[in-house]
């Protein structure tokens, strides 16, 4: 979590410590999980591991595994509270899942880069990316079996489903001019929050929490996701490419348009909405002048900044989920990361 563009406050380094600890468990059970005997296989799961970037999903399942165990009122905060090998299995195979949309989404953008490095379609084609993918998908649920926990296997199918929808419904509303802001945040809740909030929820039910917990952790995690991809989208927009490791303004060169371009486009006067659409369809989406150009465009209906107000919104909403959740250590780490959700620069 060291790469957060905000900074943690001294009090909570011990429990930045500990996660930081159990994310080292993490990638030694997902490395495990994923061996192959196969070297052929095994190259390309080396190079799918140094997509690993922030950990937000497994840091989460932990978090809120941390925060939502009963507490004892007096009792002393351990400095490493314990982490179990159940709730290091749930970040593991969340990561695995999102490793596996990652590759998958590569092959369907045509993306060259990931995380300032070469994607598997780029290195390998097409056909490798996607199996690839789907092994990454397979031993997720291999893994999660593990747990021999009804519940879990259900819950992780069940978002696996609703990845894959999101993803149709964005594919299916392709170079959709008219798309509204509801369908916008219909896929994003389901190609992007649905994997955050489970990450929240089955770390707390790995900590026993019951039924409404969990629903609330979850839900937790889904405003996040929302603000996290909304944030993502803006990055592509308005960000620096150095540091967001992969090409900008991809989304509109692949025909998708997200909040700040939506919201200009519905709020925008008939004149200006005629000249925006000739922008865009004028066949040049890339290069500094067009970036320049789209971003005034955008500024002037203050649409960037529309879609910022989102993003922070829902970071408020997150944060106030958490409010009848006991106060520890853990929870006001969790409060800290939803800010660096939309304070990130990457
Ligand atoms: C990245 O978003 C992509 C996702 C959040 C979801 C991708 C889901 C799939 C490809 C379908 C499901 C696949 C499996 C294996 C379950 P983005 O395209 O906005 O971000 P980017 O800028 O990083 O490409
Ligand atoms: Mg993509």
């Not at 296989?41 to 989460?60: C, D, F, N, S, W």
């Not at 917990?213 to 803006?234: H, K, N």
């Not at 997150?318 to 990130?344: C, E, F, G, W, Y």
Request: charged share 20%; proline share 5%.
């Amino acid at each position: 979590m060291s790469e957060y563009a905000l900074a943690i406050p001294p009090e909570l380094l011990p429990i930045q410590e500990s996660v930081a600890l159990a994310l080292a468990r993490v990638e030694k059970t997902f490395e495990s999980a994923l061996r192959s005997d196969l070297p052929a296989v095994q190259r390309l799961i080396q190079h799918v591991e140094t997509y690993r970037g922030k950990m937000l999903r497994p840091a989460l399942a932990i978090l809120c595994g941390m925060a939502s165990r009963p507490s004892h009122p007096g009792a002393p905060t351990p400095r490493h509270p314990d982490v179990s090998d159940s709730h290091i299995t749930i970040a593991a195979v969340c990561e695995m899942i999102h490793m596996a949309t990652l590759v998958h989404d590569d092959v369907l953008d045509e993306a060259d880069i990931r995380r300032k490095g070469a994607t598997v379609n780029r290195l390998r084609g097409n056909e490798a990316a996607v199996i690839l993918g789907d092994y990454l998908f397979s031993s997720a649920y291999h893994l999660c079996a593990t747990l021999d926990s009804l519940t879990a296997a259900r819950l992780i199918g069940q978002t696996g489903m609703s990845l894959c929808a999101g993803e149709l419904l964005q594919l299916h509303h392709r170079e959709d001019l008219s798309i509204d802001q509801p369908t916008y945040f219909e896929i994003v809740r389901r190609k992007t929050g649905s994997l955050i909030a489970i990450a929240c929820d089955l770390g707390a039910r790995q900590s026993g929490a019951g039924e409404q917990t969990a629903t609330r952790f979850g839900d937790f995690g889904m405003a996040l996701g929302v603000a996290f991809q909304i944030q993502d989208d803006l990055l592509d927009l308005t960000g620096n490419q150095t540091l967001v490791g992969k090409p900008l303004l991809k989304d509109l060169e692949l025909g998708k348009l997200t909040l700040p371009v939506i919201h200009h486009l519905e709020t925008s006067s008939p004149h200006q909405r005629g000249r925006t659409l000739e922008l865009l369809s004028g066949g040049r989406a890339s290069g500094a002048a067009f970036a320049r150009e789209l971003r005034g465009v955008l500024a002037s209906t203050g649409s960037l900044d529309f879609a910022a107000a989102k993003a922070r919104d829902l970071v408020a909403q997150a944060k106030n989920l958490l409010a009848p959740i006991v106060d520890s250590p853990a929870k006001r780490l969790l409060l800290v990361m939803a800010d660096q959700v939309v304070a990130r620069a990457f």
